[in-house]
């Protein structure tokens, strides 16, 4: 199934104001055809793990799905620090191709003190992710 990403321009900017690494791998936040809060990551060839395949580095997809998540644990919870991560488990479930990747994250549980987040990363086909990864975040003291 393919994605449509609709890339939002404020979105990505309040993503690199908060969290430099997104703006260092090009993260972009937008939304889907449904609406739905979306995540991207266009191919950069700095990005590239292994030149031989080529794949995206390993450590790569695994920061852009955790700070997709934290980007999205603080924009949908309307926080006003980034949530602290407390825990962050990852599956690597085939290799990233030197192309865009995306994620969504889904909201599985949020409490007062602790928010869990569901994470899954793909790219052409969403119904094939690359990664799929687990977050507990603290939630920040409310003021």
Not at 44 to 55: E, M, W
Request: glycine content about 8%; proline content about 5%; charged content about 15%.
């Amino acid at each position: 199934m393919n994605t449509t990403f609709h890339p939002n321009t404020e979105l990505s900017a309040w993503a690199h104001q908060h969290m430099p690494y997104a703006e260092f791998i090009g993260l972009q936040m937008g939304h889907d055809a449904d609406g739905a809060l979306l995540f991207a990551l266009p191919f950069i060839r700095q990005n590239i793990g292994n030149v031989f395949l080529p794949a995206l580095h390993g450590g790569l997809i695994g920061g852009f799905l955790e700070s997709a998540a934290a980007l999205f644990l603080r924009h949908s919870a309307g926080l006003a620090q980034m949530p602290k991560m407390v825990d962050f488990s990852l599956d690597y479930l085939r290799s990233g191709k030197a192309e865009t990747c995306y994620a969504r994250c889904i909201l599985t549980r949020q409490g007062s003190r602790i928010a869990n987040v569901a994470i899954e990363g793909w790219q052409a086909d969403s119904s094939k992710p690359i990664a799929v990864a687990r977050a507990h975040f603290q939630m920040p003291q409310a003021t």
